[in-house]
């Protein structure tokens, strides 16, 4: 592997600090839902806005990608999924010893009095209601 970086002096070929290159790379995001529509939107926004995606349509897929070694720096998790819904899914991922710093943004269409608390409560950084807030979503995404 090639290192590369910065000194006080220039560029000398080498990076002395991990960070200094998670900072350079985009940023992953994990998009889990069940709608392929949803799906494109996400993606095809959070790529305009220079993030890198990988997506899944159900929880239990997600769960499977998230036990593994993939850079992941954030997920977008839809919350009325079939089989298993992201109040379920979340208490999962954060059992995962590599993700319990993950930040994961609920996204849904329930947008009453309280349903932004249910998801905080399951364990979502924070909330994302549809439709969605595209400068909100990015502003989230820029704190991770």
């Known amino acids: 592997m090639t290192n590369i970086g910065v000194t006080e002096h220039g560029t000398n070929g080498y990076i002395e600090n991990k960070k200094q ?10 998009i889990i839902d069940d709608d392929a529509r949803n799906i494109f939107a996400l993606s095809a926004t959070l790529r305009a806005g220079a993030y890198e995606c ?7 897929e997600a769960l499977k990608i998230l036990e593994g070694d993939e850079e992941i720096d954030a997920v977008l998790i ?3 999924m079939p089989d298993m819904d992201g109040y379920e899914a979340i208490p999962h991922i954060k059992k995962i010893d590599k ?3 993950t930040p994961i943004f609920s996204v849904t269409a329930q947008a ?11 364990g979502a950084t924070d ?12 502003w989230l995404l820029s704190r991770v």
């Open 54 to 60: 990988l997506t899944c349509p159900s929880a239990q």
């Open 112 to 122: 009453m009095v309280g349903d932004r608390e249910k998801c905080l409560q399951a």
């Open 78 to 80: 839809d919350m009325m």
């Open 99 to 101: 993700r319990k710093n």
């Open 127 to 138: 909330y994302v209601s549809k439709p969605i807030d595209v400068d909100k979503l990015l």
């Open 21 to 30: 290159i998670k900072k350079m790379r985009k940023k992953r995001v994990l």
